[in-house]
């Protein structure tokens, strides 16, 4: 048998001669589980051994580790079988594994996997199928202790006789053990571990000390025949975490105590100093497992001690040929500096961002609150106590426990609570779940408004904490304070129910250095917290407002004064300004925009005016990233750049959106920018194609088209009225043109409802008065259209008055008798922009010029079997009426109807560049 391997270890030599009928139903029983361990390299290949080479290799380490202690013959048989056995659940059939991946426990926890596991690079291959395969192994080698115990107690079941020995039981011993080696070792001190623990008839045994061996003899399996090197040279890896792991074993020759009893020693002879490092880590973890085991042998009373006090690592070294001397060295970093930095103006410009972190803090617990309860009535207050000079900030998420306080909300750059696998495990998963919090420094920038805090909080089926925070660099205190003691907010009537009541929920109190007015707070709200997804209340000194959601960019706070009224804020920040576009909006729908909603994409979309950036603006769960807008418009289908501003094809439109869920970008700290990375970049194409979606649907629904010339051009009279600009600046038509060239339109056809701009009234034709269509009006009797160019004339600077009236003159006067049309034509005129007027035309239409003379151009147009752009053709039609010479008829045609006099016309005639410009 092999287990006859270990007979010369003592601990069998001592079981043998002390117990030889429980030697021999040990060995039967370790016998049997052999060759199912030796299946588990198959199933984890890349994996460090957990078969039975590691298993023995184990308890040739507890036999050295036990050092002094004298264990009983039953400790000893539980000590071995738990060795035995605390690997079995990564052994998993194929059957058992398609009930896993169809389980609800795997369902909630794949998505963190599956983050986990793409963050940190671990995989070399980008095969959706080796991802898949390496999200099921780590869902096994995470649950294995538990598994492990389920397979033990259901494989030799309490109530069945033959798997008792003289009436003792020891399975339940055995499984609690094998469940504990993976345990947080605090649990160790909890029922049902004890130094006492019954396995029948009267007989105790020490299971906590029979835990902690196998956990450091675990652990410190710290040796090149773990990870079987010579095996795998020949084979490459998927996992890039594997190979790592992999060499730096391979450096190692073997992990052992020493004979004085003092340490444990390491050697190792490196040739990479990433192996180096990470040896020398590993065996860290050893040491501060070893100093925790004789923290918990302590508290729990154990009869039993370990002798080694260190791990010695002086036997790490450099190889012969190693090209590098390790050094130890590392930053030193200042807690109290590095602190200060962190809270101070250096990270965040506003102080307020503070109160910004809290808001966020409670998005978080509310969002993940919903997981369980989808039809939560979630809220957040801000509540102001004047008097106290104290801001509270109450929502009713999750709440918190002491745990995830010590171990989340007051862990600096560690893993948020939010996305980690005990939130998985007790609130579940959702694929497109919206966490804010990812950098865990936010917490602390509350100190940059308060000098002290009080955390009240209640966790689902945990004793409600009230947590006092002095100061940064002082330990925290859990105070013993009555439930009915918790904040409240009894003076003004919410109808809500207070997060105690509701049994979850959290009171962030911050005792602030300064007093804060109410115009301070609520300018802030109004600008950072635009909309998010649960209701936002604020109570100041018992006046109480509900904060709306903010779609609008009106802002009146120029009219406000230090001792305006609550009301008067209300209105002037939060609600829509009563003036201009919104007191008086036109009638075209292109304007009137609604809410549109994709997944994870909430927003508007405008049709861009002259200085359309200041109302172009974009938010995360609700909060506003102040310069969120650039990345998005950086886009390469847009083709803006901020930092080359003379030479780029702006963005044809304005947008007002919130991003949620998988659409969520990762910020800077102080999460005013979008960080610049390919994750972000993949983010902000899927968002742009949406907006661009969205605005190809404003152009459909264009239908009052306004024009008028001015400078020699046509312009679009909606932005006039949109901006309550007087001056009449150029509207959509310059930004679409500039952006819909037929080569971009090649480019984004295949997602761009492209067929819209068939929808959208572009044109107008002239009878007696100007009558807006779109493609699809012209379509059903494009032959009765005539399209008319007006060409244009290039002047010196000095005649811009006269080419104005020039302009007006063509374009106006008596139309049809000048260009001899026919009156049973509908005249079309096309201005100067070929692209947004042209380019939908010519996916329609064939065009045909039927008459080409020195005042304009007159086009027919017939209809196309397919939608199609021939880019030959666009650029044929741009090129019309270049290089044309012009005749005396068109200045004494001009002299005749103007009012120039005969020098001001001669030296107009005189002065005149005779180069035509097209379209």
Not at 688 to 713: A, D, H
Not at 853 to 858: A, E, I, K, Q, V
């Amino acid at each position: 048998m092999r287990i006859d391997e270990c007979n010369n270890l003592d601990i069998f030599k001592k079981l043998k001669s002390e117990d030889p009928n429980l030697y021999k139903y040990v060995i039967n029983y370790c016998e049997k589980i052999i060759e199912k361990l030796d299946t588990i390299k198959d199933i984890f290949e890349e994996y460090t051994d957990h078969g039975w080479s590691h298993s023995k290799k184990l308890l040739q380490l507890g036999d050295q580790l036990l050092g002094d202690n004298k264990l009983s013959s039953w400790e000893i048989a539980v000590f071995i079988l738990a060795v035995c056995y605390h690997d079995v659940g990564m052994y998993c059939s194929s059957e058992e594994l398609n009930e896993i991946i169809n389980s609800k426990e795997f369902e909630n926890v794949y998505p963190y996997l599956r983050e986990n596991i793409i963050s940190m690079n671990q995989l070399n291959s980008k095969d959706e199928q080796v991802l898949e395969r390496f999200i099921q192994l780590e869902f096994l080698r995470r649950k294995h202790n538990t598994r492990s115990y389920k397979w033990i107690l259901d494989k030799y079941k309490k109530d069945k006789e033959e798997y008792y020995f003289d009436g003792i039981y020891l399975w339940e011993a055995v499984a609690l053990a094998a469940f504990g080696h993976t345990l947080n070792i605090e649990e160790l001190a909890k029922r049902p571990y004890s130094t006492e623990f019954s396995i029948g008839k009267g007989i105790t045994i020490d299971l906590v000390f029979i835990t902690c061996l196998l956990r450091l003899t675990d652990i410190s399996h710290l040796s090149r025949d773990r990870a079987l090197p010579y095996i795998r040279k020949s084979k490459d890896f998927y996992s890039q975490k594997s190979l790592n792991i992999w060499k730096s074993y391979a450096d190692i020759a073997d992990t052992i105590p020493s004979k004085n009893g003092d340490c444990i020693k390491v050697s190792a002879s490196c040739s990479d100093y990433r192996n180096h490092r990470a040896i020398i880590e590993a065996a860290t973890y050893i040491e501060e497992e070893l100093k925790r085991e004789h923290h918990i042998l302590f508290k729990t009373n154990s009869e039993y001690k370990f002798s080694w006090k260190f791990v010695d690592t002086s036997h790490v070294i450099e190889a012969h040929d190693a090209n590098y001397i390790y050094s130890g060295s590392r930053f030193k970093l200042n807690f109290n500096k590095i602190t200060e930095l962190l809270i101070g103006s250096r990270l965040y410009r506003n102080k307020l961002f503070a109160l910004r972190e809290c808001l966020q803090n409670s998005i978080d617990a509310l969002n993940v609150c919903k997981l369980k309860n989808p039809y939560l009535d979630g809220y957040i207050v801000i509540k102001y106590c004047k008097e106290n000079n104290f801001l509270e900030i109450f929502d009713n998420g999750t709440g918190m426990d002491k745990e995830i306080c010590s171990n989340h909300l007051l862990s600096i750059g560690t893993e948020s609570f939010w996305v980690s696998e005990r939130r998985h495990n007790d609130w579940g998963a959702k694929n497109n779940l919206s966490i804010i919090a990812s950098h865990g420094i936010g917490f602390l920038s509350t100190f940059m408004i308060a000098d002290k805090i009080d955390v009240f909080s209640k966790y689902p089926d945990k004793d409600p904490i009230h947590m006092v925070i002095d100061s940064f660099n002082t330990s925290v205190v859990f105070k013993k304070t009555s439930q009915d003691q918790f904040p409240m907010w009894k003076e003004v009537n919410l109808e809500k129910p207070l997060p105690w009541n509701q049994g979850h929920g959290t009171c962030i109190r911050l005792y602030l250095r300064e007093s804060i007015s109410k115009l301070e707070l609520m300018e802030f709200i109004s600008e950072h917290i635009l909309r998010i997804s649960n209701e936002l209340i604020l109570i100041y000194n018992n006046e109480k407002i509900i904060i709306p959601e903010k779609w609008h960019f009106g802002n009146n706070s120029y009219q406000l004064k230090s001792d305006s009224s609550f009301d008067e804020i209300k209105v002037a920040l939060f609600d829509k300004p009563k003036e201009g576009f919104y007191n008086n909006p036109p009638k075209d729908n292109s304007l009137q925009k609604s809410l549109f909603e994709y997944n994870g994409l909430k927003g508007k979309v405008y049709l861009k005016s002259e200085n359309g950036f200041d109302q172009t603006r974009i938010s995360q769960n609700g909060i506003l990233i102040n310069n969120g807008y650039e990345f998005i418009l950086e886009s390469p289908l847009l083709e803006y750049s901020f930092s080359k501003k003379k030479s780029y094809r702006s963005s044809p439109f304005v947008f007002d959106i919130d991003v949620t869920g998988n659409n969520c970008f990762e910020l800077d700290a102080e999460r005013t920018r979008i960080i610049d990375e390919e994750r972000n970049k993949a983010i902000r194409e899927k968002v742009i194609k949406n907006l661009l979606k969205e605005y190809f649907n404003c152009i459909s629904s264009i239908e009052s088209t306004l024009y008028f010339p001015c400078g020699n051009k046509y312009y679009h009279g909606a932005d006039s009225i949109y901006n309550n600009n007087e001056n009449l600046v150029i509207c959509f038509h310059k930004y679409l043109d500039e952006f819909l060239t037929p080569e971009k339109f090649q480019r984004i056809k295949s997602f761009c409802p492209v067929e819209k701009l068939f929808d959208g009234k572009l044109y107008i034709y002239f009878e007696n008065r100007n009558v807006p269509v779109s493609v699809n009006d012209l379509k059903d009797d494009i032959e009765t259209y005539v399209f008319y160019i007006p060409k244009k004339f290039k002047f010196n600077d000095g005649f811009k008055n006269e080419i104005s009236q020039f302009s007006n003159w063509i374009n106006h006067k008596q139309s049809k008798e000048l260009v001899k049309i026919s009156n049973s034509n509908k005249v079309v005129i096309l201005p100067n922009f070929p692209n947004s007027f042209v380019l939908p035309l010519l996916l329609q239409f064939n065009f045909e010029i039927v008459k080409d003379d020195y005042l304009h151009y007159l086009i027919k147009f017939n209809q196309k079997e397919n939608i199609e752009i021939n880019l030959e053709e666009m650029n044929n039609f741009k090129t019309l009426g270049k290089n044309k010479e012009i005749s005396d008829d068109i200045f004494e045609i001009y002299k005749e109807e103007s009012e120039l006099s005969e020098e001001n016309f001669n030296n107009l005639k005189t002065n005149f560049d005779d180069e035509f410009w097209g379209l």
